[in-house]
């Protein structure tokens, strides 16, 4: 979730018939005026109109069509008041195929297709690897936030990683 400047929450959440099975598997949005009392129904605003691009997944990740899928949805505030949804591409214990990230400018309303993350700073095969859902913050501008880095494809041995984003979530640096 994330409160805006306006008011408004906004709240992501993963949908899937079971966790470790992405084959149906969307991310779902929902906003409130009233600090989480009351939520619009599942993609629409708080007037009822439908969000475009949800329910939302990444390319390659269609439910139904491969257990290729999104996982563990996070929500960034931006300093300039953009917000960004990152999301994993995964078939969990056999594939992983990075970070994708998805932008809004006009506080969740619209959103962006989603991309693949590029960390300046790894190769092509680690970014494939690594996996920014976890935790961040802003300080002066600078977005900061946590990620993990698999050894391989089948997520196994992980390490901990700190990147961050002096422009907005435009580029993110190892």
């Known amino acids: 979730m994330q ?8 709240l992501t959440y993963l949908y899937s018939d079971s966790h ?7 991310i779902h949005i929902r906003y409130s005026d009233d600090y989480g009392a009351t939520w619009s129904d599942k993609n629409k605003d708080l007037l009822g109109n439908s969000i475009a691009n949800f329910p939302m ?14 996982g563990d949805p996070h929500l960034i505030l931006c300093d300039n008041g953009d917000l ?7 078939k969990y214990g ?15 309303i619209t959103w962006s297709t989603p991309t693949l993350i ?16 976890d935790d961040y913050f802003v300080y002066s501008g600078v977005i900061y936030a946590a990620a993990r880095q698999y050894d391989d494809r ?11 984003s002096t422009d907005n979530g435009a580029t993110w640096d190892y």
């Not at 409160?3 to 906004?10: E, I, W």
């Not at 056999?94 to 969740?108: K, L, P």
């Open 3 to 10: 409160a805006l400047a306006n008011g408004v929450t906004v």
């Open 20 to 26: 470790g099975d992405n084959t149906n598997c969307v």
């Open 57 to 70: 997944y990444p390319p390659g990740g269609e439910p139904g069509t491969s257990e290729l899928g999104p």
């Open 84 to 90: 960004l949804l990152h999301m994993w591409k995964v």
């Open 94 to 108: 056999t594939e992983v195929w990075g970070t994708y990230q998805t932008r809004s400018t006009d506080d969740g």
């Open 118 to 133: 590029e960390f300046v700073g790894l190769s092509a095969a680690v970014n494939l690897r690594t996996f920014m859902t």
């Open 154 to 164: 089948f997520g196994s041995n992980c390490k901990s990683l700190f990147v961050k």
